[in-house]
């Protein structure tokens, strides 16, 4: 965001009244009806012309509203100190990614203060500096998203995409050569469906997830992704299906390498996010279906030769189940305290890592599954990211970070227990006076929701403090431990953050997951609530002071809570965020991806149970809502951004039936050259947090210096 400060106050408010004019007049064009051909009822929805981005009415639309967001924002008292500290916080210090082990090369991306994109690095390991590899940036390839070497190190497969518009075209770099080769994959996943890679044993080739090539003149359809092989050095177009032609018209696949001389490769298919996998497993040059829906799998690893999958039917904690080549199932470890999140080899047993809630741990088991140790890990505020280990070897490096900790490598050695730290980020800033509380909020059904509160130190319940919480809910993707990294600036000046850990994530099991899903959605909405007021009655802050965050799902969530609830928030922000659920299924190819999670409207149970918690459907005029910021970026593949425009139209049209003293403001910002904001640059995603801060402190009254 540029502060809008040439001409001084009197100018800055004439400007911004001519551009919230041209919002009103865009607004008042929601009248016009636009026919439904998606089969959803179209009943009091006069915004659906918010839905066509080539619209030049739209376009103006979209450009006014972004003007209006900037001025005002532009304008917010301190809010330019406030952004420069929060800039100083985020680019000051190193990052750095999960790393990758092959050919005796730790693989790792790395940023460093002053760089718009983290660069591949590479280091021979343990002892070899650490060198760059690929920068495609400067190669003008766009930017990198994922990364697979092959067996030996030889070859690099990368994946860029351009303009945010998330979908990956695979490159092969060759280390020895020093170049990026003329092989060029497209369609290779991204948007709904995910990208995968597996090398071949000996290195020349590999299996990808594609989208099938469109015809001459088409675009790419989004659907019907199957897993091919290329041979390095081949045309894409001679790249052959193995597996998936006729799988799901929604398909999604994760491939799994066994990484050892055997080379054993496996497909976790999935038909749509947030539901169990079939697992596949090669076989005489087919892939064999070894497990299917029934057993509720979730994830696997290769472990001595055998695919260990974690599933969780009759175990809502998760059990290990281990498959032989044959395609043999046995039950290898049941379920025990802690729900399974992650699974390894070590030496010639396993290591597990598992969560109770925000709490996350690890586990080493013997070849017989039992119990060795827990790993001498801190007890509370971490989570565990990534392990790179290796059957055969008794030492595995772990890759972790906590709210006060950023990225951090350690080893671990099984022989002894031990641990030693590998490598860990550097940041320029102190967060060892960061205090790290607990409370738990009471659902309406009478669920427990941990609600992690971060503050400094010092800084007690006082029943006044600015707050923000932030929620997700959905999808089995747990809310966990994050370095806190630039919102410090947030808490140095004696603000709140808080986290709940709603159902629709997994930190419980996978029963914690489904009872968030699909019928079920409103208890995250309600658990959400329960850990706002649990701020409430521990002191923390009242509802003239909390603000809520969120997003894509979570924006999803940070919707709905402020329709149902507005009296309770006084500010929201949400980015990329679901506000009309029925048209995200009908209009979009995720939407169809997403009825793991959400349902579908065709069925008339859950149609009705989706619009009695769709907040675009919810929005009453006269109601005075909570001031609100939505972010979204036009080339979201994964939410269209024609959801964050129809529920500020509609916001801002329901304030016009309120006192302009009570009226607060409803924000909308595009980013043209954006999509989802997973590989969004590293200016973009500053920009979006000084944003969000910056609204947040003018609407929640955070003092001006820091404490």
């Known amino acids: 965001m540029t502060p809008i400060t040439s001409g001084g106050p009197m100018h800055l408010r004439s400007c911004c009244l001519l551009i919230l004019a041209l919002v009103v007049a865009s607004s008042a064009q929601a009248v016009e009806p636009v026919p439904d051909r998606a089969g959803v009822p179209a009943a009091n929805d006069p915004y659906r012309w918010l839905e066509r981005a080539d619209d030049p009415a739209v376009q103006q639309w979209i450009a006014a509203q972004n003007q209006h967001t900037e001025a005002l924002l532009g304008a917010t008292p301190d809010g330019a100190a406030l952004g420069a500290r929060i800039k100083q916080l985020a680019t000051s210090g190193t990052t750095l990614s999960d790393p990758v082990m092959a050919g005796g090369t730790l693989y790792y991306m790395q940023r460093v203060p002053g760089q718009e994109h983290a660069q591949l690095m590479g280091q021979a390991w343990p002892d070899g500096a650490a060198r760059q590899v690929l920068d495609p940036e400067a190669s003008g390839l766009g930017s990198m998203d994922g990364f697979w070497p092959s067996p030996d190190g030889r070859y690099l497969a990368y994946g860029t995409e351009e303009g945010g518009n998330e979908l990956l075209t695979l490159h092969v770099f060759d280390r020895r050569m020093g170049k990026t080769l003329d092989d060029q994959l497209p369609w290779a996943g991204g948007g709904p469906t995910p990208p995968g890679l597996s090398w071949d044993a000996d290195g020349k080739g590999f299996l990808y997830v594609r989208y099938a090539p469109p015809a001459s003149g088409s675009e790419v359809s989004l659907f019907n992704a199957s897993v091919v092989h290329h041979t390095v050095g081949q045309p894409a177009n001679e790249d052959v299906v193995a597996f998936g032609e006729y799988y799901s018209p929604v398909a999604e696949y994760a491939l799994l390498n066994s990484g050892d001389a055997r080379s054993q490769t496996a497909i976790l298919a999935m038909e749509g996010d947030g539901g169990p996998v079939d697992v596949f497993m090669l076989d005489a040059g087919r892939f064999k279906r070894v497990l299917g829906h029934e057993a509720n799998a979730r994830q696997a690893a290769w472990v001595g030769g055998r695919l260990y999958v974690t599933a969780f039917k009759d175990a809502p904690r998760g059990k290990i189940m281990a498959v032989d080549g044959s395609g043999r199932v046995t039950t290898v470890l049941a379920q025990r305290d802690g729900a399974i999140q992650q699974v390894a080899p070590l030496g010639d047993g396993f290591l597990v890592v598992r969560s109770w809630g925000p709490d996350w741990w690890v586990e080493h088991y013997d070849a017989k599954a039992k119990l060795v140790r827990r790993l001498p890990l801190p007890a509370q505020g971490i989570a565990i ?51 790290i509380h607990r409370v738990e909020g009471i659902s309406k059904d009478g669920t427990r929701i941990p609600v992690t509160v971060l503050a400094m130190k010092g800084i007690l319940p006082n029943g006044r403090r600015p707050t923000i919480l932030e929620g997700y809910g959905g999808f089995g993707s747990p809310v966990r431990a994050g370095f806190v990294g630039a919102d410090l600036a947030w808490l140095e000046r004696g603000g709140v953050l808080a986290y709940a850990n709603t159902r629709g994530g997994n930190e419980f099991g996978e029963d914690w997951h489904a009872q968030g899903q699909k019928l079920h959605k409103q208890n995250v909405i309600d658990d959400f609530h329960a850990a706002a007021q649990a701020l409430v009655k521990q002191g923390w802050t009242d509802s003239a002071r909390l603000g809520i965050f969120g997003i894509s799902d979570g924006g999803l969530l940070v919707g709905a809570s402020l329709v149902q609830r507005p009296q309770d928030y006084r500010a929201a922000v949400a980015r990329v965020g679901l506000y009309d659920v029925p048209r995200h299924e009908a209009l979009t190819a995720n939407g169809q991806y997403n009825r793991n999670e959400y349902g579908s409207v065709s069925d008339p149970v859950q149609a009705k149970a989706t619009l009695a918690y769709s907040p675009l459907q919810h929005v009453t005029a006269g109601t ?72 947040f402190a003018r609407e929640l009254g955070l003092p001006e210096k820091a404490l």
């Open 624 to 695: 005075v809502y909570p001031a609100v910021l939505l972010t979204t970026g036009a080339n979201d593949t994964h939410v269209g951004a024609w959801q964050s425009r129809k529920f500020a139209a509609a916001l801002q049209a329901a304030g016009k039936g309120v006192p302009e003293a009570s009226r607060r403001p409803v924000l909308l910002l595009t980013r043209l050259n954006a999509g989802h904001g997973g590989d969004a640059p590293f200016s973009q995603r500053v920009n979006d947090s000084v944003l969000s801060l910056v609204f």
């Open 385 to 435: 990211e990534t392990i790179v280990s290796a059957a055969g070897s008794d030492k595995a490096m772990l890759s972790y970070r906590g709210w006060t900790l950023p990225r951090r490598w350690v080893e671990y050695h099984g022989a002894d227990g031990t641990l030693r730290t590998l490598l860990e980020a550097k940041t320029a800033a102190d967060y060892s006076a960061i205090a």
